[in-house]
């Protein structure tokens, strides 16, 4: 897209997320708490034309690195967006998220009854067993979660 | 082993080892009458229990230990909203071993991120029951001198009875072992555990009991578990899904074992106990011994 077109402005500092199936952009919000966190600025681009996947999102976040535990819950709910961080307005990385093998904290389990849903100071976490499809498992009470139990989490 | 919390952590090697120091300690006890001589064990039971916190209990006096505990959760900090996290680092400091049943999944892992003594499961909520599995597996061998090539029928709830996954587990170590599944099909076992013992353990799934049952060597029944039923309906549909009586047995070779963790409501009949077959009570005498191996070697 040339950069007449861009519908926000390029950022100086922070994390692009491109290449977002179209309308999941706002789950990778709640995803990363981005609603609440005021120390970032936020841009979202909603169904714009891709040559590569017809229509995609964009998240332009001003002001904020994603952690590895964040990058690998993305690869969960949005395998094969491209992750780019920026800084003083260059694109230092570029990546494509793929699907984690482990994830840790961001997702809670399904299991009611797990411990890890209770005043625990334990961090939750999950084996991904197969990724196609996608199916996790509690490394705490061995509850397997499908992926509409992930995306649930964000809706 | 530091903590035992599922029996899928185990190698056949040390469910054997345990076994075998079983029998050893079943037929000398008094040469491990001392063995826990000054040592303590918490006994944490936050879910009733009778078999488990009684055997443990046996065990650990009568290789000389004594003994502190709760068998109700209401007369602990856990009723005044204490995590499971904290009444564990305080029994650490307390005891030498911890033994926890708890009701929900996931409670022994939690608890074995911070218990700094061993920490062994007397069962977690549906997930598993590992000492339960080991007494069963040692009485199997008691029975068949031998844990591999054993036609093992499992019967009744398997969905909710936390005996099946880690006594599947046990079985899914050694080699040639065939298990079929006889549930209703609402009690199947769960889709988890199946996939973990594929390619380890064979097995078949089925609604009703076979009409000849002699190639089996052990039938293993359950109760349906009517406190983890969502849906009181349903547990007052399928709970006599299945009775073992004598007419049921009749094609059963005289040296297969009917096995139960027991309690028994009424899935077995009272005139099975005087059948050749009968095994679970001596299976939960077993438990002693078989407890008595496990805590011996894990607080030495």
Redesign the interface.
Known sequence: MAKKDMIVNAIENGTVIDRIPASKSLMIVRLLGLEDDETCSVAIAVRVKSNKIGLKDVLKIQGRNLSPDEVAALGLIAPGVTLVTVRDYEVVSKTEVEIPNEVEGILR?I?P????N?????VPSFQI?TKKPLLL????????MLEENVLAQFI | MDHLISIKHLSKDEILDIVQLADKIEKNPSEYADAMKGKIMANLFFEPSTRTRLSFESAFLRMGGQILGFSDPAASSSKK?E???DTIRMASAYSDVIVMR??????G??AS?VASVPLISGGT?I?EHPTQALLDVFTIWKEFGRLDNLTVGLVGDLRYGRTIPSLLYALSKFENNRVFLYSPNQLRVR??IL?DIDGKLSYEVGEKLPDDLKEFDVLYVTRVQKERFPDEQMYERLKDFYVINPSVLETAREDMIVMHPLPRITEISYDVDELPQARYFQQAKNGVWARMAILYRMVR
């Open positions: 389990c299991n009854t797990c411990a890890t209770f005043r625990e100071p334990v067993t498992r509690c490394n705490f009470c061995d509850r397997v | 909203g995590s499971i996290s708890h009701f929900l999944e996931g409670s892992v939690v991120k909520g997930q889709m988890s996939s």
